[in-house]
């Protein structure tokens, strides 16, 4: 005789109730293996989108139920930390979310942040550049910081090297340069190292102080020449100064005829340019009145001041010229003659100042009984040259010449 099968119910609790899912054998046939809970999952993933919150779900919204939200179709509710990139976020990485301002990722409020390398220089993270690429050898390093010698990376056309730190007697200078002479430092034997290949300068190419001789011309050590010699006989000094011309004109005039001392270099400059001279642009009068001298208005040569007669030198430069002696008389004008007379308009002191008072034609403007102006002599070498006791004052109505001399060119 047969026995019958006993059968036990299995039972899931639902929403406050209670749903008969299936009735299993408890006898007859050996062992029934344990319900497996992959059915219990399936029955729990059914359920949502149905409308009912169920006790293991967040929300429940049906067919509403959505990835942006506000109910997922895992009836999770959907916001920033979930995992998922809704509506108005930025980014979102659930648990990985960070609450930093800086450093890269996603905040906890679902932003991108800020970070070096992003290509943005950003002030919260103290960026001093941001490049937004990962090459060490431009002008913006990987840590967003200015790149600079001593770094240790090597700026691609502006460093030759970087060894980080800052010795001038290693392989790298302080400076960023290979050593040797042109890289900026003085090392060894160099007397200078002013890191450019400029010989106009005050250190040369070769690393050697600049000097009157070296046949290199420095304007800033106030060479005017340099033809690497110590002659003082072939148009440039030992002092580097070169000759300049000095005539008297072949002209005569009034005190009165000049109007002013830019009147008188005027003269000068049109009887040079007339007798081809260089440099006729430059020419001025030896003449003082209130508004100006030479002492005030010439270039202060340290060349020779010549004659156009066999080079016949006046002068070795303006301390010379000034002592109260000259080397040969100023009686060769423009063209290359002599003159013969004597006189010239100066009112000039043997420093180059004006004499004082106003014996000067009333600004070498003004020809009268009244009127008076100092003279020189172009046949003395002593201070008569310029300020001539004998002549003085004489009358601006006297018709006499003027000393004319070349400056440096303007």
């Given at each position: 005789m047969t026995r019958p099968i006993a059968l036990s119910p299995v039972v899931l609790v639902h929403g406050g109730g209670a749903m008969l899912v299936g009735i299993l054998s408890s006898s007859c046939c050996g062992d029934v293996p344990p319900m497996d809970t992959s059915y219990t999952e399936m029955f729990m993933k059914q359920q949502c989108g149905n409308g009912t919150i169920e006790e293991w779900?967040?929300?429940?919204?049906?067919?509403?139920?959505?990835?942006?939200?506000?109910?997922?179709?895992?009836?999770?509710?959907?916001?920033?930390?979930?995992?998922?990139?809704?509506?108005?976020?930025?980014?979102?990485?659930?648990?990985?979310?960070?609450?930093?301002?800086?450093g890269g990722g996603c905040s906890t409020a679902c932003v991108v942040l800020p970070e070096c390398g992003d290509g943005n220089v950003d002030a919260i993270g103290d960026e001093e550049c941001d490049d937004g690429n990962t090459n060490e050898n431009d002008d913006c390093l990987n840590t967003c910081e200015a790149a600079r010698c001593g770094d240790?990376?090597?700026?691609?056309?502006?460093?030759?090297?970087?060894?980080?730190?800052?010795?001038?007697?290693?392989?790298?200078?302080?400076?960023?340069?290979n050593p040797g002479c042109g890289n900026g430092v003085v090392e060894g034997d160099e007397e200078c190292?002013?890191?450019?290949?400029?010989?106009?300068?005050?250190?040369?190419?070769?690393?050697?102080?600049?000097?009157?001789?070296?046949?290199?011309?420095?304007?800033v050590l106030g060479e005017e020449c340099d033809d690497g010699n110590q002659n003082e006989d072939d148009g440039c000094t030992s002092s580097c100064g070169r000759d300049r011309v000095v005539f008297v004109t072949s002209a005569i005039y009034q005190g009165g005829d000049f109007g002013s001392l830019d009147g008188a270099d005027t003269e000068c400059r049109f009887l040079a340019e007339a007798a081809g001279l260089d440099n006729?642009?430059?020419?001025?009068?030896?003449?003082?009145?209130?508004?100006?001298?030479?002492?005030?208005?010439?270039?202060?040569?340290?060349?020779?001041?010549?004659?156009?007669?066999?080079?016949?030198?006046?002068?070795?430069?303006?301390?010379?010229?000034?002592?109260?002696?000259?080397?040969?008389?100023?009686?060769?004008?423009?063209?290359?003659d002599v003159i013969n007379?004597?006189?010239?308009?100066?009112?000039?002191?043997?420093?180059?100042?004006?004499?004082?008072?106003?014996?000067?034609?009333?600004?070498?403007?003004?020809?009268?009984?009244?009127?008076?102006?100092?003279?020189?002599?172009?046949?003395?070498?002593?201070?008569?040259?310029?300020?001539?006791?004998?002549?003085?004052?004489?009358?601006?109505s006297n018709n006499v010449h003027l000393y004319c001399f070349e400056q440096s060119a303007e």
């Open positions: 779900e967040e929300c429940d919204d049906g067919e509403a139920n959505s990835d942006n939200g506000p109910c997922s179709n895992e009836c999770i509710r959907v916001g920033c930390g979930d995992g998922l990139l809704d509506e108005g976020e930025e980014c979102d990485f659930g648990d990985a979310n960070v609450a930093d301002d800086y240790g990376k090597i700026q691609i056309g502006v460093e030759e090297c970087d060894d980080g730190n800052q010795v001038d007697n290693d392989d790298c200078t302080n400076g960023c340069k190292d002013d890191g450019n290949q400029n010989d106009t300068d005050e250190c040369l190419s070769t690393c050697i102080k600049a000097t009157c001789g070296d046949a290199k011309i420095q304007p006729f642009e430059t020419f001025r009068a030896w003449l003082s009145d209130r508004t100006g001298s030479p002492a005030t208005r010439f270039f202060q040569s340290k060349g020779r001041y010549i004659l156009l007669q066999n080079e016949r030198v006046v002068a070795y430069g303006w301390e010379d010229l000034t002592d109260g002696e000259i080397w040969t008389t100023i009686d060769v004008d423009e063209n290359g007379q004597a006189r010239v308009w100066s009112n000039t002191a043997i420093d180059g100042t004006q004499i004082p008072g106003e014996d000067d034609c009333v600004g070498w403007s003004m020809v009268g009984v009244d009127t008076m102006g100092r003279q020189g002599s172009f046949s003395a070498t002593d201070s008569n040259w310029t300020d001539a006791d004998t002549f003085n004052p004489g009358f601006c």
